[in-house]
């Protein structure tokens, strides 16, 4: 009969997924002609609780490379873009959770710069998109079974049976050793002499 016993453990007890799609824009000292490429660098966040939701604070820079009078010269223009993203998570199964919860966020698509436009009044706007996961992590109980009984040691046996001992003893010389006198005798008798 097996006994049932409580333990603690952490565990995934909610998790998510969320895509975003942001406009921003960007002003220039000089009026664009082209713009030759957009770069989105330093993704930083961090996951926190609030209330039954989850928020994520996080921030990257965007890089804008664009040519200017008549495309006869190039700069390049940056903007820092923070962000507070809510996630409505909630938990798969409150029940026998115990103690606080950690937050875990992951990017699933790093922020990139996907439609470029120069505006009228010669401003620059972007569309950035990202996808960020989210789990939510908290001490859960369960309850495993113990089987209340040892499992019987297995006997080892070797692998040698008669038939190789036989061959053993059977292989082994007894005359191997004929001449008594040795070596180191016969040099001292030479020696003497």
């Known amino acids: 009969m097996a006994a049932f016993k409580e333990i603690v453990t952490k565990a995934v007890i909610g998790k998510g997924k969320k895509y975003f799609k ?22 930083k966040f961090n996951g926190y609780k609030t209330g039954d939701r989850i928020g994520v604070d996080g921030s990257y820079d965007v890089n804008i490379w ?26 798969k199964d ?34 950035i998109e990202k996808e960020l996961g989210v789990e939510l992590v908290g001490e859960k109980k369960m309850k495993i079974e113990v089987a209340e009984e040892e499992e019987p040691w297995e006997e080892i046996e070797d692998d040698i049976d008669e038939n190789i001992l036989k061959e053993i003893d059977d292989s082994v010389d007894t005359d191997y050793v004929k001449d008594t006198n040795t070596d180191s005798q016969k040099n001292e008798t030479y020696s003497n002499e």
């Open 94 to 127: 409150k029940q026998g959770i115990t103690g606080d919860t950690d937050i875990i966020v992951r990017t699933l698509k790093q922020p990139n710069c996907t439609k470029v436009n120069i505006q009228e009044d010669g401003s620059i706007e972007f569309d």
């Open 66 to 91: 664009y040519s200017y009078e008549g495309d006869s010269k190039t700069t390049v223009v940056n903007k820092k873009i923070e962000y507070n993203d809510i996630f409505n998570l909630k938990a």
């Open 22 to 43: 942001n406009s921003y824009t960007i002003t220039t000292e000089a009026t664009p002609t082209t713009v030759l490429g957009c770069w989105v660098i330093n993704h």
